[in-house]
T-cell receptor, first 117, second 114 residues
């Protein structure tokens, strides 16, 4: 149990276009999901916390108008990178907090590799 | 600045060698501590976690970690590594005052040669 999926796994887009990444909890309901960004050979950096039915909480330095997060249901959160530029190329990972487990335990999706040309 | 530090960027070992990966954090107060592993091409998986109680934590695949509060450390150990342990290892912390978001270290790449 406690599986988190992401779609797509890889996406290549042209500069200026928007890209939507989906994060789904497959076998549990996640009231809270997190979005991370990972640069090569670097740590995962928290971008935002997504709570079902409310606005996402963004970390300092993350542009909320550029990285739109929607948590419309208890099993789905989406991250839309708007007007993508080459510097947005990165590995985006989501995680979901499992409400029945230890309070702070999270389960991670496999990540989405975004390449902006 | 508050952070999580992993001292070793890349560790290279032969099979059967012992492993210790360092992790230090700079948050005061109560923390939850985690080690995650990311095998090539796969997603992050939880190796072990510490919330409270016995500071020596046993995880999956023969890994263990020791929480030393006085040293703000949570080092990962394995007595005898295998080629299949080749992966990226991340230490992560949840400082209670910061909510439920994980704060990650930069990661350590472990390469095990057979």
């Amino acid at each position: 149990g406690a599986v988190v999926s992401q779609h797509p796994s890889r996406v290549i887009c042209k500069s200026g276009t928007s890209v939507k990444i989906e994060c789904r909890s497959l076998d549990f309901q996640a009231t809270t999901m997190f979005w991370y960004r990972q640069f090569p050979k670097q740590s995962l950096m928290l971008m935002a916390t997504s709570n079902e039915g409310s606005k996402a909480t963004y970390e300092q330095g993350v542009e909320k108008d550029k990285f739109l997060i929607n948590h419309a249901s208890l099993t789905l959160s989406t991250l839309t990178v708007t007007s993508a530029h080459p510097e947005d190329s990165s590995f985006y990972i989501c995680s979901a907090r499992f409400p029945g487990r230890s309070y702070n335990e999270q389960f991670f999706g496999p990540g989405t590799r975004l390449t902006v040309l | 600045a508050q952070s999580v530090s992993q001292h070793n960027h890349h560790v290279i070992l032969s099979e059967a060698a012992s492993l210790e990966l360092g992790c230090n954090y700079s948050y005061g107060g109560t923390v939850n501590l985690f080690w995650y592993v990311q095998y090539p091409g796969q997603h992050l998986q939880l190796l072990l976690k510490y919330f409270s109680g016995d500071p020596l934590v046993k995880g999956i695949k023969g890994f263990e970690a020791e929480f030393i509060k006085s040293k703000f450390s949570f080092n990962l150990r394995k007595p005898s590594v295998q080629w299949s342990d080749t992966a990226e290892y991340f230490c992560a912390v949840i400082p209670h005052q910061a909510g439920t978001a994980l704060i990650f270290g930069k990661g350590t790449t472990l390469s095990v040669s057979s």
